[in-house]
């Protein structure tokens, strides 16, 4: 990690900004200064809206009735594929097959998450 990964850690992405803008200031324009702080927002907005759009789209699916193999994935955080090989051993969640797909009920998603809780010791 290095020391600007470091300052970020400790003092927050704002004060980390504004500690490495006092660094380069001699060496940057206004412009450049206030075109650097305005790429640093809107890379923060991003990752915000990232994350609120991840969250977003796990509550839309615990919603639904039933998921696609790739959300229910998505949802219980293992690839898609764990989620395959679960299914052709017998293992993890309980699946409906309809027409040839296969889906999974999210309160049997749900029922089978918590089944699998393991507690701390």
């Keep these: ?13 704002a004060t980390a900004l504004s500690r490495l803008m006092e660094q380069i200031q001699p060496e940057l324009s206004q412009g ?4 650097l702080q305005e790429l640093f927002s809107r890379a923060v907005a991003m990752g915000v809206s990232q994350a609120f759009g991840r969250a977003a789209r796990l509550e839309e699916m615990r919603r639904k009735i039933m998921l696609t193999p ?6 219980i955080g293992v690839p898609a594929k764990t989620l395959s090989n679960w299914r052709s051993a017998g293992r993890g969640p309980d699946v409906v097959k309809h027409g040839g797909k296969v889906l999974y009920p999210v309160k049997d998603l749900e029922k089978w998450t918590e089944a699998n809780r393991v507690k701390n010791l």
């Design 1 to 13: 990690m290095n020391t600007n990964e470091q300052m970020v850690i400790q003092d927050g992405p």
């Design 32 to 35: 450049q200064l206030t075109e």
């Design 70 to 75: 790739t959300e229910a994935a998505e949802l």
